[in-house]
């Protein structure tokens, strides 16, 4: 009897431990970052075990498209992502179920043609400015246009590929591009910066998530937050010599600007700008981009970042 009771104890015992290491069993999200400076808390949180430590499997797409990130976002192959406020509105009008949960880091630059002072690139009557029509990059073209006052003899020409835009800004067939960085401060080797959102007051950068993720893992989506806040406060004590081979193996951060890049302060993880909301909803509706009109509050979700 003695016997049977202790198979029975041990046999109890093995079951407690198979459901302890079961319910140990991380959480998983995955999330699509794009390929710039914004991204970089979310890279190193994973290279340095953040999320590990939080009990969380998170997988990082890297896209180098906003096209392809839509894509994969609408499709369900991602729970949430890096954007941009005008993506928010264009989601929203097609009924895609999506908030935003958080402001990130993200300035998009205007750098004239190589050799070019920003006196000559003002005094230009046709200011050629390479873009992708109706995104963010269009967005802060007229932004910046408007706060500089060149405006009236702004030339916007449509380029999506980057590489491209890139080449003709080098060669002189360009007045002047904006960029995100680390592009923009490539582009800054030899042109200069003529102006960025970030000067204007504007923050368009946002982290998306998708409405059934913020339902049904909601303690997943804290643990990120957790362990991006955790990056941060890394990235802003570490010396960037340390971690720029990863950022140049998974982001594709030019290898020139090892020495001369400067990595900004980031912040931990808070509510995206309502001004920058603000402004944009009345651009997007002044070009027809959207019918309605939406509010900050019907767009976000906070309780995450709290």
């Known amino acids: 009897m003695k016997k049977n009771f202790s198979l029975i104890l041990s046999f109890v015992l093995i079951i ?16 699509g970052v794009m390929a710039d400076v914004g991204a970089v808390p979310f890279i190193m949180a994973q290279q340095e075990h953040f999320f590990e430590e939080q009990g969380l499997d998170v997988d990082i797409q890297v896209y180098r498209s906003a096209l392809d990130r839509d894509a994969a976002l609408q499709t369900g192959a991602l729970d949430g992502a890096m954007a941009d406020m005008l993506t928010i509105f264009f989601y929203e009008q097609s009924g895609f179920d999506v908030k935003m949960t958080s402001a ?7 750098v004239s043609a190589p050799e070019m002072t920003s006196e000559a690139f003002l005094k230009t009557q046709d200011i050629k400015i390479g873009l992708s029509s109706n995104t963010v990059i269009d967005f ?24 491209v835009r890139l080449q003709l800004l080098d060669t002189g067939e360009l007045t002047g591009a904006t960029l995100p960085d680390p592009l923009a401060s490539a582009a800054m080797i030899r042109g200069t910066r003529i102006g960025s959102t970030a000067e204007t007051d504007l923050y368009p950068g946002i982290f998306i998530m998708n409405d059934s993720v913020l339902s049904e893992k909601p303690e ?6 957790a362990a991006y806040n955790e990056a941060v406060d890394y990235l802003n004590k570490t010396d960037m010599e340390t971690y720029f081979p990863v950022l140049e193996e998974q982001l594709g951060f030019p290898g020139a600007l090892k020495d001369t890049y400067k990595m900004p302060v980031y912040e931990k993880a808070a509510p995206p700008d309502t001004y920058t909301f603000d402004v944009t909803s009345k651009w997007m509706l002044e070009k027809a981009l959207i019918e309605d009109t939406y509010t900050y509050d019907a767009l976000t979700a906070l309780d995450y970042i709290k």
Do not use: H, W
């Open 16 to 31: 407690a431990g198979l459901s302890g290491c079961a319910q140990k069993t991380p959480e998983k999200l995955t999330i």
């Open 104 to 110: 990130t880091y993200g300035d998009y630059i205007m």
């Open 140 to 163: 802060a073209t007229e932004q910046i246009a408007d706060r500089l006052g060149f405006d009236k003899t702004l030339n916007k020409v449509a380029i999506p590929q980057m590489p």
């Open 220 to 225: 997943a989506v804290k643990k990120m937050y």
